[in-house]
């Protein structure tokens, strides 16, 4: 059964197709503090408006390009040294089980049109097969999965010895997120020059040691010292790292004295958005001048276990299935069980 619109969408759709709505949005302009963006908006729906008209596209002729970044109503997609603001064609959305995710791979068809920064303007019209997925969870027990990355290869989870202390329950936790979307993880400890004596100093790299027996890559690191630098660029050229861990870690740290460049804490998500118009998933690509990239993942403190079950844990915990695992790691699986359905 069809649902019925209410009066204010009948009156809100009568003015879109009339041209109302526009008159009204460039009265609103004049006392708008974000007005500048009000045109580049207007552009982008009737790009979108045009792409539903269009229905005989060979689709497999198109150029594929990458998702950089996710906004609420389009996405930036680079594709043959061009990034396109692009809008999402209506029909491919609801077919989708999830949104439009940083890091997939799409086909898309260029529009010949320019956005007010002479940006090009595409419709997304496919979504290729994910290779790998990461998600976000909003609490520890959060059950509801909140995809946002697809298609990297790896994770950089980077945990500080202290400041703020490393917490192995979280790193485990992380693993299993990683290992669950089927991505590689590295474990990197950072600041290990803080190290408050030679017992603090063995612990850490028990712990290591442990990890690199499950087959985890680990590397300690320390910006002050010059430590792990040159490791931790070498894992990461010609990949794509999504980038993991608690704020103050070190992670814009560690990558700027990889690429001096590229200032994570600094660079802009996008001077388009403006002061929140369009909110974002928190993830965006950096390319690397020494081969792949990286995805930072701002704001996500906790990422989801995709595919992860109760049933299922112990094959991400093999340590403890064979009787083998130190206290913390009993631990971490017992915790994330409890977290997850029955």
Not at 128 to 138: G, H, K, N, P, V
Not at 290 to 317: H, M, Q, S, Y
Request: include cysteine; glycine fraction near 8%; hydrophobic fraction near 35%.
């Amino acid at each position: 059964m069809k649902r019925r619109r209410k009066p204010r969408e009948k009156d809100l759709t009568g003015k879109l197709l009339s041209g109302e709505l526009d008159d009204e949005m460039e009265s609103q302009q004049r006392f708008s503090a974000r007005s500048k963006h009000a045109q580049a908006n207007k552009i982008l729906e009737t790009a979108l408006l045009r792409a539903e008209e269009q229905s005989d596209i060979d689709v497999e002729s198109l150029p594929v390009g990458q998702v950089v970044q996710v906004y609420s109503l389009f996405s930036e997609v680079a594709s043959g040294g061009r990034t396109f603001l692009c809008v999402t064609r209506k029909t491919l959305q609801k077919r989708s089980d999830t949104a439009i995710l940083v890091g997939d791979r799409v086909r898309i068809r260029d529009l010949n049109l320019l956005d007010e920064q002479g940006r090009p303007q595409a419709v997304i019209e496919q979504v290729l097969e994910r290779q790998t997925i990461l998600t976000r969870s909003d609490s520890f027990k959060g059950q509801e999965q909140h995809p946002i990355v697809a298609n990297a290869e790896q994770m950089l989870i980077v945990a500080a010895l202290h400041e703020p202390n490393v917490k192995w329950g979280l790193i485990d936790r992380m693993i299993v997120a990683a290992q669950g979307g089927k991505l590689r993880p590295i474990v990197c400890l950072n600041k290990i020059d803080l190290a408050r004596d030679e017992s603090d100093r063995l612990e850490s790299g028990r712990v290591l040691a442990h990890y690199e027996s499950l087959g985890i890559r680990t590397l300690r690191t320390s910006i002050p010292q010059g430590i792990g630098i040159e490791t931790l660029r070498d894992l990461l050229r010609g990949a794509t790292t999504v980038l993991a861990g608690h704020s103050g870690v070190g992670k814009s740290t560690l990558i700027n004295a990889i690429v001096p460049d590229l200032d994570l804490r600094t660079a802009e998500i996008s001077g388009y958005t403006g002061k929140g118009r369009h909110t974002t998933t928190g993830a965006r690509t950096y390319p690397l001048n020494i081969g792949g990239a990286v995805i930072d993942t701002p704001g996500v403190k906790l990422f989801g276990l995709w595919g992860v079950t109760r049933d299922n844990l112990g094959e991400f915990f093999p340590d403890v299935a064979s009787s083998a695992a130190p206290e913390w790691r009993k631990q971490s699986y017992e915790r994330i069980a409890e977290s997850l359905p029955e």
